[in-house]
């Protein structure tokens, strides 16, 4: 069975292939040319394990083996939650090979979020791993088979006391090699190769059906216009299954050109610097607050990243006082990039001068991505002012999975998706990022849907009305503060973070600070006017005053 999602307009499509966008290649093929190309290169290095082109593709053929033997088929679902570590890719093929359509959660999910996509999609299969907190022991995991009884099929990474183990059925060449059992009629290019995850301004979490042919061609863009080649050996130390990691270009643009990804745990400098000199890595890919800890950790540290060229930023804002601090005092070439799970992503050139690769998010990569801005009433407005960013193209989707409600909100009657970011466009093209219209919080890149959290507190016995808004943060650029208006007594602020954790929130969802008040400021309709609201928080921490009357 096919999973369903909202398809480019016939026409468009057709000149989508003409151009060369759209080649009909499943995602797969990323892995195969490689294997026929350089199969004894290495593709990953995890640890100690340095893993060949040749290696990940006969782990991931004994997984699709094993997975197709055990009854999984072309277009069922899987929801995978891996830490950084080879074990991700191996299973990113794998489900490639057979056709299986995963969710990949980011590993700092919570029992929330894992619900949400689960809910969803209806997965027959979980590939988690021992090292989560939630499946150190078999009680989420029951749970969550109990609440998703399509779930009918568990693996896991680590060592576990349930499921079958990773490792166990990577290691298994007698049962799994024999002439691949797998060997299925190629996935259909122009179906859904994955789900990628939206940073969502929603009550539940919306899900982002990616094509092979979509998604290859935003991989190769992205390659050509970083100039990636085989000696590309890149940092991934953002949560590999998150876009910027992935594919922009990511790990699997290293694969497409043959290079190498070095796969560090985390961002911090403590993990990375040791990583970056002991394998000489020359491009790494970081959100602003990674930045801020890189630059107070080098100057004590300067030679580890010698064999460091170019360090690209993005998923928040960069602000320029700190971007102008990245090339003097790391030694890098600084490339800025604006994109999003949805599909757009602009990058800076390697080329563009120092001025505008300090003040701009990036250009769009793509000749036929197309960008409006416009105003509250839908008209463009003229370059250089701010406006809302609309954008459609070859590989930005044209709608959520299963949100026909929500997806005539953010798609629009000539399926421009509407980013919720607010923009202004330089003259070359190049856009700035000024703010936002969507109702989310920014927290260093993490992105935190405001109505997801306001509910679950509203939740709460004890409070009448929430509003999660948005706080400046020197590191992080954004923190969240809830200002919560409650019924006496007043709950302690540490009794609500701990109801948020036990109803499964993710701890980086978690307010970092709280207000009480006696009431919110209300619209017309009687809806708290966050806006308002937004304006006062940031009045009063600007002039350090009690927040409101
Ligand atoms: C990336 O993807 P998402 O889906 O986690 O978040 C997208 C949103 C954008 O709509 C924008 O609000 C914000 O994150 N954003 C930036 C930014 N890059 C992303 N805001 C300001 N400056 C930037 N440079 O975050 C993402 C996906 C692919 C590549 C890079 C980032």
Not at 54 to 62: E, G, K, M
Not at 138 to 157: G, K, M, N, T, Y
Request: charged share 20%; aromatic share 8%.
């Amino acid at each position: 069975m096919k999973v369903p999602f909202t398809p480019w307009p016939a026409e468009l499509a057709a000149e989508y292939r003409k151009q060369g966008y759209w080649l009909d290649l499943p995602l797969s093929d990323i892995l195969e040319r490689q294997v026929q190309a350089k199969r004894d290169a290495i593709a990953v290095i995890c640890e100690s394990r340095q893993v060949s082109y040749s290696q990940l593709d006969i782990w991931s053929d004994r997984l699709a083996n094993y997975l197709q033997l055990r009854g999984l088929q072309s277009g069922d679902r899987a929801l995978v939650q891996l830490p950084n570590r080879v074990e991700f890719y191996v299973c990113f093929f794998a489900l490639l090979k057979i056709g299986v359509v995963p969710v990949n959660a980011l590993f700092n999910h919570g029992r929330m979020d894992l619900f949400a996509y689960a809910n969803q999609v209806q997965p027959k299969l979980l590939i988690v791993s021992s090292r989560h907190s939630l499946f150190k022991t078999r009680e989420f995991c029951d749970q969550l088979c109990q609440a998703v009884p399509s779930i009918s099929e568990i693996v896991v990474e680590g060592d576990s006391p349930f499921g079958v183990g990773l490792n166990t059925i990577l290691s298994c060449s007698a049962s799994y090699d024999a002439p691949s059992i797998y060997r299925p009629k190629p996935t259909a290019a122009d179906e859904v190769a994955f789900f990628q995850l939206s940073g969502g301004s929603t009550g539940t979490p919306k899900l982002i059906p990616r094509t092979h042919n979509d998604y290859y061609y935003s991989i190769r863009q992205s390659v050509a216009v970083c100039q990636w080649n085989s000696s590309t050996r890149y940092l991934c130390a953002l949560p590999a299954a998150h876009n910027f990691p992935l594919s922009s270009p990511g790990a699997l643009g290293a694969f497409y050109a043959g290079g190498c990804v070095v796969l560090a745990p985390d961002p911090s400098p403590a993990s990375c610097f040791k990583l970056i000199a002991a394998h000489q890595v020359n491009w790494a890919a970081l959100v602003p607050p990674a930045v801020i800890l890189w630059l107070e950790f080098a100057p004590q540290h300067q030679e580890a990243l010698r064999s460091l060229q170019y360090l690209q930023v993005g998923g928040a804002r960069l602000s320029e006082h700190v971007a102008k601090r990245v090339e003097p005092e790391l030694g890098v070439h600084l490339q800025q990039v604006f994109g999003m799970a949805e599909g757009l992503v602009n990058y800076t050139r390697l080329s563009d001068p120092l001025a505008l690769r300090l003040r701009a998010q990036g250009r769009p990569m793509s000749p036929a991505d197309e960008i409006r801005v416009v105003d509250e009433a839908g008209l463009a407005v003229p370059p250089g002012q701010t406006g809302a960013l609309l954008t459609r193209g070859p590989y930005t989707v044209r709608g959520y999975f299963a949100a026909p409600n929500h997806n005539a909100l953010a798609f629009d009657d000539e399926g421009f998706y509407h980013t919720g970011d607010l923009v202004t466009v330089l003259e070359d093209g190049s856009l700035l990022v000024s703010g936002r219209i969507k109702d989310q919080i920014n927290r260093g890149g993490e992105k935190i849907a405001a109505q997801e959290i306001e509910n679950e507190l509203m939740a709460h016995p004890q409070v009448r009305l929430a509003a999660l808004l948005s706080v400046a943060d020197e590191v992080m650029g954004e923190k969240s503060c809830a200002v919560l208006v409650c019924h006496a007594p007043v709950p302690k602020t540490i009794e609500l973070r701990k109801y948020l954790r036990s109803r499964g929130v993710a701890d980086f969802k978690i307010p970092d600070r709280f207000m009480f008040v006696d009431a919110l400021p209300l619209t017309a309709v009687g809806k708290v006017d966050k806006k308002r609201l937004q304006s006062q928080l940031t009045l009063s921490a600007s002039a350090d005053r009690a927040l409101l009357p």
